[in-house]
């Protein structure tokens, strides 16, 4: 394994998150969570990051799966723009698993970029290089200093029927070792609503996307 792929650390669940279970971690308070802040909504897809030389899965060691070709060609064309030692990360969306949807802006939608010290650049820095590497970006629900509101966010917006749950993080620059209490989740009740099985089938449903030049499944996809 490349001593670059550095896995995406995990976020742990805010208090009162009713999709955690018992084998998921929590945030033991919310005193990480000050200042302005984002809340970014969960998406239903397949955690993937990309760097100059790879594409690669939360496990950094599982490969590329036939799902995740719409996302690999994206990679393929923004690659050479990533900077040595950055990592882009965000959910592959060809696939629909749980929470299916029509009108995306694209197959790869950015949730966070990694700089070479590996801390998660503030959030104007992350539109700014998703815009410069001609990205979409996971929708904003909220953003502003008032935590309560935050937090509240996705229910004026959102509900569990349409969408995963949300995510809260500071607006500016947060290290890797600060991360685990700086950044949490909201996941609905049961977010997983799917079997295993789709993930060995080529038949398997995929999302709707705006551009008419979108991703179009193959007669047998195959292995990418």
Not at 44 to 60: H, I, K, L, P, Q
């Amino acid at each position: 394994m490349s001593a670059r792929r550095k896995k995406y650390p995990r976020t742990h669940h805010l208090p009162g998150s009713p999709g955690a279970t018992a084998d998921d971690r929590r945030l033991p308070d919310l005193s990480g969570l000050t200042g302005e802040l984002v809340v970014t909504e969960k998406m239903d897809g397949g955690n993937v990051t990309f760097t100059r030389e790879a594409m690669y899965a939360r496990s950094v060691d599982s490969g590329t799966h036939v799902w995740d070709r719409p996302a690999k060609a994206v990679w393929a064309r923004v690659a050479h723009d990533v900077p040595a030692g950055w990592r882009i990360s965000g959910e592959s969306m060809w696939a629909r698993r749980s929470v299916g949807y029509d009108d995306l802006p694209g197959v790869f939608l950015v949730f966070a970029v990694w700089d070479a010290d590996d801390t998660l650049l503030g959030w104007d820095d992350t539109e700014q290089w998703a815009a410069l590497l001609g990205l979409p970006l996971v929708p904003v629900l909220h953003r502003g200093a008032d935590l309560a509101a935050a937090l509240g966010a996705w229910a004026g917006c959102r509900d569990a029927t349409t969408s995963e749950g949300f995510v809260v993080r500071p607006a500016g620059p947060v290290p890797a070792s600060e991360f685990a209490h700086r950044v949490g989740k909201w996941v609905r009740a049961g977010h997983v609503r799917t079997t295993a099985a789709w993930r060995h089938r080529d038949d398997f449903a995929t999302n709707g996307f705006r551009a008419t030049d979108g991703p179009k499944r193959s007669p047998s996809p195959g292995a990418g």
